[in-house]
C-alpha cells in the first residue's frame, strides 16, 4: 500500500455520519470482489504488525473518521506506526467491521498475488471520488498519524496498553506447537 500525504490529517474534520452509507457499501462492495479471487488468510496476524512485516497502511481521513466512530477502543496502546493498536494481545483484528480498505483488499496468499494491486486502484479511484463527491478532504496518512490526530482530538482513547502482540502470539504458539496463532487481519 503506497500514497502520499496530503498535509495535516483531518479526521477529526469529518463526520462519520456522513461517509458511514457510502463507505459501508463501497466496502461491501470491494470485500465481494476480493472474495471473487479466494484468497486463502492463514491468519497469521503478521500483515497487522507493520513493521515486522515491512508493511506500510494508508487510510484516507474518511476511513479514518468511521474506523475511529464504528471500531472499538484501540485494543493496545497506539505506537508509533510498529503495529496497529486495533490487533489484539492474541493477533486479531478487533477492528474488523469498520476497518479500511487497505486491510481489506490485501492477503499474502501467493496464489492472490498480482490481483490485489488492480482491485486497489480501482476502489481507490471510486473512493477518492466519493470523498470529493461529499465535498470531503482527502487526507490520505500512515494510520498512526490518523489514530494520533484523533488522539489529540478527543476522539479516541489509547487503549489498555497490553503487552505487544507479539509475545502473546508466541506464548501460544508454544502452547499450539504452531509456527504462529491463526488469526488474521482479513481472516474469513
Ligand atoms: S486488519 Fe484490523 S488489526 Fe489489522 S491493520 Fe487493519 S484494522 Fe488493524
Redesign the pocket.
Known amino acids: 500500500m503506497t500514497g502520499g500525504i496530503d498535509g495535516v490529517d483531518p479526521v477529526s474534520a469529518i463526520d462519520p455520519e456522513r461517509v458511514r452509507g457510502p463507505l459501508r457499501t463501497l466496502y461491501r462492495e470491494l470485500d465481494a470482489r476480493v472474495a471473487e479471487h479466494g484468497p486463502t488468510c492463514v491468519v497469521s496476524g503478521r ?2 504488525r507493520f513493521e515486522e512485516y515491512g508493511h506500510t ?1 494508508f487510510l484516507s481521513a474518511a476511513e479514518a473518521a468511521l ?1 475511529v466512530a464504528d471500531a472499538p477502543p484501540p485494543a493496545r496502546t497506539p505506537d508509533d506506526g510498529a503495529t ?1 493498536p ?2 489484539d494481545r492474541l493477533g486479531r ?4 467491521d469498520a ?2 480498505l ?2 481489506r483488499v490485501y492477503f499474502c496468499d501467493p496464489n492472490y498475488e498480482g490481483e490485489a494491486g488492480p482491485i486497489t486502484e480501482e476502489f481507490l479511484g471510486r473512493l477518492r471520488r466519493l470523498v470529493e463527491s461529499l465535498g470531503l478532504p482527502w487526507g490520505y496518512a500512515r ?1 498512526h498519524r490518523h489514530v494520533r490526530a484523533a488522539i489529540e482530538a478527543g476522539l479516541l482513547t489509547a487503549g489498555p496498553g497490553d503487552d505487544p502482540c507479539r509475545g502473546a502470539v508466541e506464548r501460544v504458539a508454544a502452547v499450539s506447537g504452531r509456527e504462529s496463532l491463526d488469526i488474521s ?2 481472516g474469513q
Open positions: 500483515c497487522c497502511l474506523l496497529c486495533w490487533q483484528c478487533t477492528a474488523r476497518r479500511p487497505g486491510c494510520m487481519p482479513s
